[in-house]
């Protein structure tokens, strides 16, 4: 296990998926999942890890790319999620350490799960203070797909109680309804006067599976989410460059699903997954996802914790 410590937080992860698998903070591990490689492989695979190389679903597991159509690898039914069956959350990457970040390396060969181009992808974890930050840098052989994300799911209680007596705000004007496929129909609907409007702070109090477009521009540092529990007052802001902000209630947990402290019971954290908005080769009106040979791709995320 390889562990990133300052006088505030210490978090710790393995190298399959690049993942995240704990996040002590204010005398509570706050991340949610399995322990154990084997354990996160036979229970919820998702938890902590990095998603690609696309995060979020891809309607009908195809995309096209400078007209050319590109049939993907689905595990969704007819969709694929997260990258389809051998994505990048069940694979070891390559780690390197210094004192204080973590950089884990992986390459996805041309045709990987249905994508062309050969990707080189990094992830570096580095912490100071209370923070955690996260820095993904990608580049491609060929015209590409990429939308990277963690995948953590969090508890600021450590796991007393469970996603609904969250307190949560998003800083998104706008969110993307779904389908009954959990597929976005690619409308950006305002979410005044809707159950999605979390603009100020307020209780999680149900269930939700959706993205929100965040206000302010992509590419740029942004306060996107605050997750607190208001019992213990742990606090934590999530900071992005991308686009959304994905947050997502666990449940389809069950006690199949072994946990670092005893099963992963349904409702019991929630994943918040800053990233593009899902399926966006499917939606013009969407931010491209689109990589090209020369270029690089980008994501900044950070976790910040109060209390």
């Not at 990133?4 to 949610?32: E, N, P």
């Not at 970040?101 to 249905?114: A, K, M, T, V």
């Not at 979390?198 to 993205?211: A, E, I, M, T, W």
């Amino acid at each position: 296990m390889l562990e990133l410590k300052t006088d505030k937080i210490r978090a710790r992860f393995t190298t399959l998926g690049a993942r995240l698998v704990a996040l002590d903070f204010a005398g509570a591990d706050c991340v949610m999942g399995g322990g154990s490689d084997a354990d996160i492989l036979a229970g919820d695979w998702t938890t902590g890890a990095v998603a690609g190389r696309i995060a979020g679903r891809i309607a009908n597991a195809r995309i096209s790319i400078d007209n050319t159509e590109y049939q993907l690898a689905k595990n969704f039914g007819e969709h694929q999620l997260h990258g389809g069956p051998d994505n990048f959350a069940i694979r070891h990457w390559t780690a390197e350490a210094t004192d204080n970040s973590i950089r884990f390396s992986l390459h996805s060969p041309d045709g990987d799960q249905g994508y062309p181009g050969a990707l080189d992808v990094t992830a570096t974890y580095a912490a100071s203070g209370n923070t955690l930050a996260l820095d993904f840098v990608a580049q491609s052989s060929k015209p590409t797909v990429v939308n990277l994300t963690n995948h953590a799911y969090w508890n600021m209680s450590g796991g007393t109680r469970g996603a609904f007596e969250h307190e949560m705000q998003i800083m998104g004007s706008r969110y993307l309804p779904l389908s009954d496929e959990l597929l976005p129909s690619g409308e950006l609907r305002d979410v005044a006067g809707t159950r999605w409007d979390f603009l100020k702070l307020r209780p999680v109090g149900g269930v939700y599976d959706n993205c929100w477009v965040l206000d302010g521009p992509r590419g740029t540092l942004k306060h996107g989410l605050t997750l607190k529990d208001p019992v213990s007052g742990r606090r934590m802001e999530v900071w992005t460059t991308e686009a959304g902000m994905q947050m997502y209630t666990a449940e389809h947990w069950n006690p199949g699903f072994p946990g670092k402290t005893g099963p992963l019971r349904q409702y019991g954290a929630i994943a918040i997954e800053p990233q593009n908005l899902p399926d966006a080769p499917s939606h013009k009106n969407f931010p491209s996802a689109e990589l090209r040979p020369g270029e690089v791709y980008r994501h900044r995320m950070e976790w910040r914790f109060f209390g």
